[in-house]
């Protein structure tokens, strides 16, 4: 699995790794050039902030631009195409690869791995910078669900876990509201 910004992914990249399938998360406006991907999936879909939801449904009502926060759905279709890809390379990109893009990666990763910590240990190693979208985080755990916790709680440790991570890394880390 790789995790990059839109702007690296192109058709060259795509053949020199021999074919790999594309996640695409982004606006319609963002998406790369992948005529030589192996298949693609696109989650039309905003970076946005929880604390901007309110905000835009106010904008949208008083006809302002039209942005797509993540939802349940986008996880769901995420899941299902990387279950469909298997084993096989994946590309999955947002625009900056920084935050969407990292978050849907985790939640792929905790379906495969159904373990929090791995998940998490498993992100950060194959994009260190990542600063995953806490709405993507939030769905994904309550979509994948928890037998023995709530999601919220499972939050609570995802952000203690992220956490851990930024104190490691020091004044270098990412941070994301």
């Known amino acids: 699995m790789l995790i990059l910004p839109a702007s690296r992914v192109n058709d060259k990249l795509i053949a020199q790794r021999k074919l790999w399938h594309v996640l695409s998360v982004c606006r319609e406006d963002e998406l790369p050039m992948t005529v030589f991907a192996k298949s693609h999936c696109h989650l039309n879909c905003d970076d946005v902030c929880e604390a901007d939801l309110p905000r ?54 905790h379906d495969q791995l159904r373990d929090m910590r791995r998940a998490s240990e498993e992100l950060f190693r194959i994009r260190p910078e990542a600063a995953p979208s806490r709405i993507i985080i939030r769905l994904g755990l309550e979509l994948l669900g928890f037998t023995s916790t709530t999601p919220q709680q499972a939050l609570a440790e995802y952000e203690r876990l992220a956490s851990e991570r930024c104190e490691k890394l020091g004044p270098q880390a990412i941070t994301r509201a």
């Open 56 to 109: 835009l449904a106010l904008e949208q009502q008083s006809g302002g631009e039209l942005r797509i926060p993540p939802n349940r759905g986008h996880i769901e279709t995420a899941i299902h195409y990387a279950q469909e890809v298997g084993t096989e390379r994946l590309i999955i990109h947002c625009r900056a690869g920084l935050s969407r893009s990292p978050a849907i990666a985790w939640c792929i990763l």
